[in-house]
């Protein structure tokens, strides 16, 4: 069975850092495009940042220069190193991707960032 399972979230203080895990499982498995997304309380579910097979990423503003989305496609493993941590930042982490013969992207489990003192 195909699937995406995370790991890496916890509970930082501010201005701390994780490291968030995505996985691709299942034989023949190949990571495409990956992206994570987060749902912080009170609001919708927002992209964060995205990757191709061939490492061109993107990211939306709000957290550029803190987060740095990366991957390694011999370990169908797309990674978000979260740094400078705030509070604002607390919410549930979710990885999203494709593998690259199916036309139909996954989830993964979610994970939840708590960013307090």
């Known amino acids: 069975q195909m699937q995406l399972v995370q790991s890496g979230g916890g509970l930082v203080e501010p201005g701390g850092s994780l490291r968030l895990s995505c996985v691709g499982t299942g034989i023949g498995f190949r990571l495409d495009l990956a992206r994570w997304y987060r749902q912080t309380p009170g609001n919708e579910r927002e992209l964060i940042a995205s990757?191709?097979?061939?490492?061109?990423?993107t990211y939306e503003d709000f957290v550029k220069g803190r987060f740095t989305i990366s991957r390694d496609n011999a370990k169908n493993t797309a990674y978000l190193q979260m740094d400078n941590l705030k509070p604002e930042d607390t919410g549930v982490y979710y990885c999203?991707?494709?593998?690259?013969?199916?036309?139909?992207?996954?989830w993964g489990q979610g994970t939840q960032v708590t960013v307090s003192s």
């Open positions: 990757i191709t097979r061939a490492g061109k990423t």
């Open positions: 999203n991707a494709y593998e690259i013969r199916s036309p139909v992207g996954y």
